[in-house]
């Protein structure tokens, strides 16, 4: 079985690399193509180096750009490479522009494709990742989902329930695998920094970021707690400048991107998180560390209704509220099902019994055709 597995920004690095180590223990031929979406060596390289993923086998050299012009450039490199390496499969992760770039690529070549993360819905559609989530899932044939809430949402939008699979969350996978090397760091005596004694901090949501004055109120509430809880803030390079150009206190310290056993060594200590990323929502349910999403709404309900994850929004008042509750109240310590460390076993399962099982139906094939899903509105 041959498997073109795609990864191209910092979380599908962290989301591909226990994938592709199932599916080579079953003796797939994985071929690994990096879109460089992400292409710093503090948003790329050191993932692969401190996860031990391989090199990949092919890189796309898209880069950055607006979404036409990024989702173009990963198209129009992926297709001809598709096609010369012509796979049983084609795997996706997450909700990037290279995740729908090329699935898209591969559901016009007619190639099965799974979707690992599928379901997930922040009913948001101003954001971009909800339109590649709900894209990517449109053209999937395999919908690998990560909790029940996205399992609920794809049977909803009318997707053959022998699409769906209940397979578990594969950054908890990387999590667990990893999360001993990370405490071994010597990150906080680096720092200077206590057990218990910060917050983390991590900012990149265009929503948050890209507005200066969207981002002087969080700023501002960041301020205000800080002066309770000094605040370790790992900068995104999107929102470095503007992050330096806020006007922060010295007790919200900037820091450059970190490698991922430093940053999860980091969170794995903290008093409390404030976020708007999707992969420290989960993390920090696992962690059982308490969680702010700073937006309006989350794609990861589970987090939580069975996690340590408040959505709080950006109103700066209401933020400083639930950081002092939450360090004042603690959250309760609770853990999704199947969020266990064997999501990826349960996918190379999957993928395999799928491949082997050909031909397999495509979502519209007319003599079972599910009704289209539901526009996604906000
Ligand atoms: C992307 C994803 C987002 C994900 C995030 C993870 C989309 C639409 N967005 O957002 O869902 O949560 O990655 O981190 O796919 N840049 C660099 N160096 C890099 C990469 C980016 O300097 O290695 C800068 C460039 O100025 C670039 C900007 O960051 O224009 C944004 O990068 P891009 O990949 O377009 O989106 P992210 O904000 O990183
Ligand atoms: N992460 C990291 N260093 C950082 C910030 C985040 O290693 O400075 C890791 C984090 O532990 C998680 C992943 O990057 O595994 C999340 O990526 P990001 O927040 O960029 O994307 P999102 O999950 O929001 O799509």
Not at 59 to 71: W, Y
Not at 124 to 143: C, G, Y
Not at 232 to 260: F, K
Not at 341 to 366: F, L, Y
């Given at each position: 079985?041959?498997?073109?597995?795609?990864?191209?920004?910092?979380?599908?690095f962290v989301?591909?690399?226990?994938?592709?180590?199932?599916?080579?223990?079953?003796?797939?031929?994985?071929?690994?193509?990096?879109?460089?979406?992400?292409?710093?060596e503090?948003?790329?390289?050191?993932?692969?180096?401190?996860?031990?993923?391989?090199?990949?086998?092919?890189?796309?050299?898209?880069?950055?750009?607006?979404?036409?012009?990024?989702?173009?450039?990963?198209?129009?490199?992926?297709?001809?490479?598709?096609?010369?390496?012509?796979?049983d499969?084609?795997?996706?992760?997450?909700?990037?522009?290279?995740?729908l770039?090329?699935?898209?690529?591969?559901?016009k070549a007619?190639?099965?494709?799974?979707?690992?993360?599928?379901g997930?819905?922040?009913?948001?559609?101003?954001?971009?990742?909800?339109?590649?989530?709900?894209?990517?899932?449109?053209?999937?044939?395999?919908?690998?989902?990560?909790?029940?809430?996205?399992?609920?949402?794809?049977?909803?939008?009318?997707?053959?329930?022998?699409?769906?699979?209940?397979?578990?969350?594969?950054?908890?996978?990387?999590?667990?695998?990893?999360?001993?090397?990370?405490?071994?760091?010597?990150?906080?005596?680096?720092l200077?920094?206590?057990?218990?004694?910060?917050?983390l901090?991590?900012l990149?949501?265009?929503?948050?970021v890209?507005?200066?004055?969207?981002?002087?109120?969080?700023?501002?509430?960041?301020?205000t707690?800080?002066?309770?809880?000094p605040?370790?803030?790992?900068?995104?390079?999107?929102?470095?400048?503007?992050?330096?150009?806020?006007?922060l206190?010295?007790?919200?310290?900037?820091?450059?991107?970190?490698?991922y056993?430093d940053?999860?060594?980091?969170?794995?200590?903290?008093?409390?998180?404030?976020?708007?990323s999707?992969?420290?929502?989960e993390?920090?349910?696992?962690?059982?560390?308490?969680?702010?999403?700073?937006?309006?709404?989350?794609?990861r309900?589970?987090?939580v209704?069975?996690?340590?994850?408040?959505v709080?929004?950006?109103?700066?008042?209401?933020?400083?509220?639930?950081?002092?509750?939450?360090?004042?109240?603690?959250?309760?310590r609770?853990?999704?099902?199947?969020w266990?460390?064997?999501?990826a076993?349960?996918i190379?399962?999957?993928v395999?019994?799928?491949?082997?099982?050909?031909?397999?139906?495509?979502?519209?094939?007319?003599?079972?055709?599910?009704?289209?899903?539901?526009?996604?509105?906000?």
């Amino acid at each position: 079985m041959r498997v073109v597995c795609v990864a191209g920004a910092r979380p599908n690095f962290v989301k591909v690399t226990p994938v592709v180590g199932a599916l080579t223990d079953r003796g797939a031929d994985v071929v690994l193509v990096h879109t460089d979406q992400h292409y710093d060596e503090a948003m790329s390289d050191v993932f692969l180096s401190e996860l031990g993923l391989r090199a990949p086998d092919h890189h796309l050299g898209a880069g950055s750009g607006t979404h036409a012009r990024q989702t173009a450039a990963v198209m129009v490199a992926f297709e001809p490479l598709l096609d010369a390496l012509g796979p049983d499969v084609v795997v996706v992760v997450g909700d990037v522009n290279s995740t729908l770039a090329c699935a898209l690529v591969a559901a016009k070549a007619g190639c099965l494709l799974a979707h690992v993360e599928a379901g997930l819905r922040s009913r948001d559609w101003s954001m971009p990742e909800e339109i590649n989530r709900v894209a990517t899932d449109r053209l999937s044939d395999v919908l690998l989902a990560p909790s029940p809430d996205a399992v609920a949402n794809l049977e909803a939008e009318g997707y053959r329930s022998d699409q769906i699979h209940l397979v578990g969350n594969v950054m908890v996978d990387t999590l667990l695998a990893n999360l001993d090397r990370a405490r071994e760091r010597p990150v906080l005596e680096q720092l200077g920094l206590q057990a218990g004694s910060y917050g983390l901090v991590t900012l990149h949501r265009p929503a948050n970021v890209d507005d200066p004055a969207d981002l002087a109120a969080l700023a501002s509430a960041l301020a205000t707690i800080s002066a309770e809880l000094p605040l370790l803030l790992p900068t995104h390079p999107r929102a470095r400048a503007a992050l330096e150009a806020a006007g922060l206190p010295a007790t919200v310290r900037l820091l450059p991107p970190l490698g991922y056993l430093d940053f999860i060594a980091l969170e794995a200590s903290a008093a409390l998180v404030l976020t708007d990323s999707g992969g420290v929502q989960e993390e920090t349910t696992v962690l059982g560390v308490p969680c702010l999403t700073l937006r309006d709404n989350t794609e990861r309900p589970i987090t939580v209704t069975s996690g340590t994850n408040t959505v709080v929004g950006r109103d700066q008042e209401r933020i400083v509220a639930e950081a002092r509750r939450v360090l004042a109240e603690g959250v309760p310590r609770r853990c999704p099902g199947l969020w266990d460390g064997k999501a990826a076993e349960r996918i190379a399962d999957v993928v395999s019994a799928t491949v082997q099982r050909r031909p397999w139906r495509r979502p519209t094939d007319v003599d079972d055709l599910a009704p289209s899903p539901a526009p996604v509105v906000g």
